[in-house]
C-alpha cells in the first residue's frame, strides 16, 4: 500500500450492530479485515445501500473520498460498517475512570462551580478514604485545587463545603463514545440525538 495508507488506516470507522445500532468505533484498518472475512458490510452513508468487499472495490470513488490506495487501485474508506451477525448492545453500566468522572463533571468543580483547566482540577473523595469513604462514583468529584485544599482530609460537613450536586453514577455508556478529533459528519444519521463527543480528558490529581 503507497501514498497516504498509513495513515488513514488509523482512523475510525463507526460500526453498528445487525440492527443497525451504533455500538462502537474500530479502525479502518480493522474494518478493511472484517469486510474481507464477510464479518460485516459497508454502509454508504449516502444512500444507506450495504457492500461487501467486492462490491465495495468496485464502487467508484467520488470526490472528496478517503481512499486506500494500493499498488494497483483505490478503496474507498469504510466509514460505516455492519455486522452480519451479531446483535447485542453494550453494557449500559459505565465503567469509574478519570475521563468518565471528568465527562460526568463537565470539568467544573463540584464545590465552587469554577473550570480552570484539568491541570487545576483533582479527585475528591466527599467522604475521605481516612474515614472509609470508597473510590466510586457516589463518592467522588472534581474539585479545583484550592478547594482540595481547603477540604483536606475533612467531610465536607467538617469543612463546612457544599457540592453543586449529589454524585452519581452516569447512564450514558450505551451512547457511542467519541472523542472531538474522531467523529465523521456522515455518522449523524447513525447516531442517537443526545449522543455527545467527549472532551480531551485530562491529568487530574487524587487525593
Not at 451477525?85 to 468518565?100: K, Q
Request: hydrophobic share 35%; charged share 25%.
Amino acid at each position: 500500500m503507497l501514498g497516504p495508507t498509513v495513515g488513514v488506516l488509523g482512523e475510525r470507522t463507526l460500526v453498528l450492530n445487525r440492527s443497525w445500532l451504533a455500538i462502537t468505533t474500530t479502525t479502518v484498518r480493522r474494518a478493511v479485515s472484517l469486510l474481507y472475512q464477510e464479518s460485516a458490510q459497508v454502509i454508504c452513508p449516502r444512500s444507506f445501500k450495504t457492500f461487501d468487499f467486492d462490491s465495495w472495490a468496485a464502487f467508484q470513488s467520488e470526490n472528496g473520498d478517503h481512499y486506500i490506495r494500493t499498488v494497483t487501485s483505490k478503496l474507498r474508506v469504510p466509514e460505516i460498517i455492519v455486522l452480519r451477525i451479531y446483535d447485542g448492545l453494550p453494557a449500559r453500566t459505565v465503567a469509574f475512570s478519570r475521563r468518565n468522572l471528568y465527562r460526568r463533571d463537565n470539568f467544573t468543580c463540584q464545590y465552587c462551580g469554577r473550570r480552570p483547566g484539568t491541570a487545576d482540577l483533582t479527585i475528591d473523595h466527599v467522604t475521605p478514604r481516612s474515614q472509609g469513604g470508597r473510590t466510586t462514583w457516589e463518592n467522588c468529584v472534581l474539585a479545583c485545587v484550592e478547594c482540595n485544599k481547603r477540604k483536606a482530609h475533612r467531610s465536607r460537613t467538617e469543612a463546612g463545603m457544599r457540592l453543586l450536586r449529589a454524585p452519581h453514577a452516569p447512564r450514558w455508556s450505551w451512547d457511542v463514545e467519541l472523542s472531538t478529533g474522531h467523529r465523521r459528519d456522515c455518522w449523524a444519521n447513525f447516531l442517537p440525538r443526545h449522543a455527545k463527543s467527549l472532551p480531551t480528558n485530562g491529568n487530574g490529581r487524587s487525593r
